[in-house]
């Protein structure tokens, strides 16, 4: 009698959202389903669905088995710019309920995935008077979904070498502290560093770079699917105390990646609706959708300035060079004497009616994170320190002059040195745009 759905969340059994689809060359739903037989639970299967993107090409390797098995590929493309996630359970979920309301003769639905999220889907479905059995890797399974089922299915684990496990799961630690065997490895040939210096983290990941393109194992997966850069960023993390790219003025790792790779054989890959890769550049299959190199020139930008000054300390965001004028003016002409920045601020917006609290507020923050103020008592937060400008400060020239070389010994620091007309140009632009503002200040001062 046919009367079995059979239901596969196919980004479950390959590692999940981090990791989708680098492990599919290991997986065999003919060992799943052989497994779920067994169980002499199933009856014959009427409706047998898989969910993912099948455009992605590293699930070529699947598509045979999907046709010998008579499985429906259910293609899911998600909501968002790189995600799947949520929209293939979302689709999954939905078929799962429109079939048990139209087909009354399927008794048996099977839900081949640990998610713990399918747990309310199984209990609905018990409403509806169906047995529902789960089925999913031991190291994957929900308690929540094990406990609500009808029956439980463990299904054989994909093939178990350091490839495999680099693929399901790229954090360095595991639950019991161990090291991921590919970083195991890789701190045999390379030592951990402090992170101290843009050059010194550079020439580090470069380091950890050429050791992915040398191993083996890393080198296959370079070559036929890429790394995903989860993986690789942890491996940074584990390697470089401290590591962060946002310090050097990038907002993404794979934009550091583009800067990184430049002159490498490797390069970021961004396949369609899914997330960046590490890839070798030489790869014809990988060529058409290459994220350009970043040269260290274009490092030296007003952009590249401007992300450089608003990350890490100290945190300067300057509004237009009119509005830093008013303020350091006000400022001389009302100087504060321990008072709480709240106050100086609230005084600002008074006497500076014309301009927003958003145009007031960058330039404040900026002269205390240039040091212009004395901070009493030290080491506390700014919300619960009173104010005093320094007496050197007796004039707008020298308050912007402060700010000035504040910002122009940031940028040397992380990039080695600054570029005077590429610096001038900031200045007269200023680094604030659209109308953002600085927040509360919590994440722009820094004690």
Not at 371 to 388: E, I
């Amino acid at each position: 009698m046919f009367n079995t759905a059979v239901f596969y969340d196919i980004e479950n059994l390959l590692g999940g959202y981090n990791n989708p689809y680098r492990g599919a060359a290991n997986l065999r739903l003919k060992d799943i389903l052989e497994r779920l037989r067994e169980t002499g639970s199933l009856g014959r299967i009427a409706v047998h669905r898989a969910y993912a993107n099948w455009s992605d090409s590293r699930l070529s390797s699947m598509r045979h088995e999907i046709n010998e098995l008579g499985i429906d590929p259910i293609q899911v493309f998600g909501f968002s710019t790189f995600s799947t996630k949520n929209a293939a359970d979302i689709q999954l979920v939905i078929d799962a309920m429109d079939i048990a309301h139209l087909r009354p003769s399927l008794e048996v639905f099977v839900i081949v995935s640990g998610d713990g999220g399918f747990a309310s889907l199984a209990k609905k479905l018990h409403e509806h008077g169906r047995t529902v059995i789960g089925a999913s890797y031991k190291s994957a399974a929900s308690t929540v979904l094990r406990a609500v089922c009808d029956e439980f299915v463990t299904i054989p684990e994909p093939e178990d070498d350091d490839r495999t496990r680099m693929r399901l799961s790229p954090a360095i630690g595991t639950d019991d502290g161990a090291v991921n065997p590919i970083v195991h490895r890789m701190l045999r040939d390379i030592r951990r560093i402090d992170n101290t210096s843009f050059n010194e983290m550079l020439d580090k990941v470069r380091e950890i770079l050429s050791w992915y393109a040398a191993d083996a194992t890393c080198r296959d997966d370079l070559e036929k699917t890429g790394i995903h850069l989860s993986g690789i960023g942890q491996t940074f993390k584990h390697m470089i105390t401290g590591f962060d790219v946002s310090r050097f003025g990038f907002s993404k790792l794979y934009q550091f990646l583009q800067f990184a790779c430049f002159g490498t054989e490797l390069a970021v890959w961004q396949p369609p609706n899914e997330l960046p890769m590490l890839v070798l550049r030489t790869v014809t299959t990988f060529q058409d959708k290459l994220l350009p190199d970043i040269t260290h020139d274009q490092l030296h930008s007003v952009d590249g300035y401007r992300a450089i000054l608003e990350k890490g300390g100290p945190s300067i965001r300057l509004p237009a060079p009119e509005i830093l004028q008013v303020v350091a003016d006000h400022l001389c002409s009302q100087p504060a004497r321990g008072v709480p920045f709240a106050v100086i601020l609230e005084q600002a917006k008074v006497c500076l009616p014309a301009y927003s609290l958003d145009d007031i507020k960058p330039a404040l923050f900026s002269f205390v994170n240039a040091q212009a103020f004395d901070r009493v008592p030290n080491g506390l937060p700014l919300k619960d320190q009173v104010l005093t400008l320094q007496s050197s400060m007796g004039t707008s020239d020298n308050l912007i002059e402060i700010l000035r070389v504040t910002a122009e010994q940031k940028i040397a620091s992380i990039l080695g040195e600054t570029k005077l007309d590429v610096f001038n140009a900031l200045w007269l632009t200023g680094t604030q745009t659209g109308s953002s503002t600085p927040g509360d200040g919590s994440d722009d001062l820094h004690s």
